[in-house]
């Protein structure tokens, strides 16, 4: 069994080296639909699908029967307003200016693709900001600098602080790859990685 990672973020890679899987990780050839593009759930799933069945398409998997792609997308939401990656400090800030006192939902996606089989799903995750000063959303940002993250925040960091509370089945879809729901899906392969690192 191959198994590949469809990303290149390095927050999923060690997510889903907690799994003590092999794994490759190789970043698909798919364009992104855009936040605001359609509906947030349908989104979610059309980036998520669309990694993973690039990948598997792709000129140097096309021929590999044994290959499993992992694939993974993430979207904020909170009320009506779709949050992408900020991309610049001022964003960040004004992001979570606008998120401070209130409730936002991270809509994860999560595909497991192979030749045989297709297992899609969305685990949604919801944080509950307190309420934040300036001072210490700029302090924030300027200390972990979460530029290329929806919401403006990394849980994982410094951005525990930001939160009154955390609703939700998996932490770690909060963070990009839901770790329960996929290694219900890769049971079998976790196994084996366990029985390899016994040996």
């Excluded at 359609?38 to 140097?60: C, R």
């Amino acid at each position: 069994m191959r198994l590949i990672l469809a990303s290149s973020s390095p927050y999923r890679r060690e997510l889903l080296q907690r799994l003590g899987l092999v794994f490759e990780q190789v970043s698909p050839d798919f364009v992104e639909a855009c936040p605001g593009s359609m509906p947030a759930a349908e989104l979610v799933q059309y980036n998520t699908l669309g990694k993973a069945h690039s990948l598997l398409s792709s000129d140097s998997l096309s021929v590999d029967p044994d290959v499993t792609i992992i694939a993974s997308d993430q979207i904020a939401v909170c009320g009506s307003t779709v949050l992408g990656k900020p991309g610049s400090i001022e964003n960040a800030c004004a992001q979570l200016a606008m998120l401070s006192g209130r409730s936002v939902t991270f809509l994860t996606g999560l595909s497991v693709l192979s030749r045989e089989s297709e297992f899609y799903e969305m685990i949604p995750f919801k944080v509950h900001f307190r309420h934040l000063s300036t001072a210490e959303i700029d302090t924030y940002v300027a200390i972990e600098k979460p530029l290329n993250c929806a919401g403006s925040f990394k849980s994982e960091g410094l951005g525990i602080s930001l939160f009154d509370r955390l609703e939700g089945d998996d932490p770690t879809a909060l963070i990009g790859l839901p770790l329960i729901r996929l290694s219900q899906c890769l049971q079998p392969l976790s196994l084996l990685a366990t029985k390899v690192t016994k040996e």
